[in-house]
């Protein structure tokens, strides 16, 4: 009887001891399962901040161009105005009488 008490006494403490081992296993799988998300959301963070560095590129890249393009209408306008003001200079030089301080010789 006492064997027997015995015996069983020693077979509730390896479930026990089981029960604890499992409640361990499971604490591990949980913690594992943290570290992933986390490892996951470190990725996601990373993959934002590359993507947020390239799109401040683009903008910078467009900005770039607009503003050659910018340079490049005043350029144009400049050659416009220059032509028109050698053809006006042309056009009162061809006039008899009319005389223009840009070219003395012609009066």
């Given amino acids: 009887m006492l064997l027997m008490l015995l015996m069983l006494l020693m077979l509730l403490m390896l479930l026990m ?6 409640l361990l296993l499971l ?12 490892l996951v959301l470190l990725v996601l963070l990373v993959l934002l901040l590359v993507l947020l560095v390239l ?3 683009l903008v910078l890249l467009v900005l770039l161009v607009l503003l050659v393009l910018l340079v490049l209408l005043v350029l144009l306008v400049l050659l416009v105005l220059l032509v ?4 006006l200079v042309l056009l009162l030089n061809l ?10 010789d012609s009066c």
């Fill in 55 to 57: 799109l401040v590129l």
């Fill in 84 to 87: 028109l003001l050698v053809l």
């Fill in 95 to 104: 006039g008899n009488g009319m005389c223009l301080f840009l070219l003395p």
């Fill in 17 to 22: 001891l089981l029960m604890l081992l499992m």
């Fill in 27 to 38: 604490l591990l799988l949980l913690l594992l399962l943290l570290l992933l998300v986390l």
